[in-house]
């Protein structure tokens, strides 16, 4: 959804959605991207990216460890006219405490929310891996606002997207791991140590990892 107009529409990206969708042999789907520390890339530097989709058409994911800063859930529900400003104090616990990211730096005008499985909207709700979901229709901000939306998700403005083949030359060129996602840390509150954390799943610690390329 745009996070700066009321119209709805289908997700940036969309192609590499639905090729992925399509084809069943996404590689890195449902996994985590963690930046090595020779990332010189401010934009994702020390972040860790769950992917959303890669297939031949390239790749697409959300930054799960960058709040958005700016702007909190409650704020961008009155931008959108989904509820009037005096309505704020009225919103379930999981809307008010409900996190926005920088999911990356394209398309920023637009809104992604992931989120568990137990939320669904027909033509509008990617199933991803291991009960994750990706919708961006304004359909699911307005249920999260009524309090029957899903039990776990995030929103993300924007998001990290690769053409065909530069993500798997990043990561032979040590740009980053990967390792198997789980909600605790994609859902998880403390997004300062994401990347930490992360980096555990897989047995190594930060200081582990110097500024020189290595392999997990």
């Known amino acids: 959804m745009s996070t700066t107009r009321k119209k709805t529409g289908k997700p940036a990206g969309g192609h590499i ?28 530097a020390r972040s860790v990216i769950y992917m959303c989709a890669h297939s031949s058409e390239g790749a697409m994911g959300i930054i799960v460890n960058r709040p958005a800063g700016s702007i909190d859930f409650p704020q961008l529900l009155v931008q959108l006219d989904i509820i009037n400003k005096a309505d704020q104090i009225k919103l379930p616990g999981s809307a008010e405490d409900m996190k926005v990211l920088k999911g990356g730096p394209v398309d920023t005008g637009r809104g992604f929310v992931l989120h568990s499985s137990d939320f669904f909207i027909k033509d509008a709700t990617l199933p991803i891996d291991d009960g994750i979901c990706l919708t961006a229709t304004l359909d699911i901000l307005k249920a999260i606002a009524a309090g029957s939306g899903p039990k776990h998700a ?37 997004s300062e140590g994401k990347y930490e954390r992360a980096l555990e799943k897989i047995g190594i610690e930060l200081g582990m990892l110097s500024n020189e390329a290595g392999h997990a």
């Open 154 to 190: 995030l929103l993300a403005l924007g998001y990290a997207g690769w053409a065909p083949g530069q993500l798997e030359n990043e990561i032979q060129h040590n740009g980053w791991l990967h390792c198997p996602a789980d909600a605790d840390l994609i859902f998880g509150v403390d």
């Open 17 to 44: 959605l639905a090729e992925a969708e399509a084809s069943g042999a996404g590689y890195l789907d449902g996994q985590l991207l963690i930046a090595m520390p020779v990332m010189d890339d401010e934009r994702f």
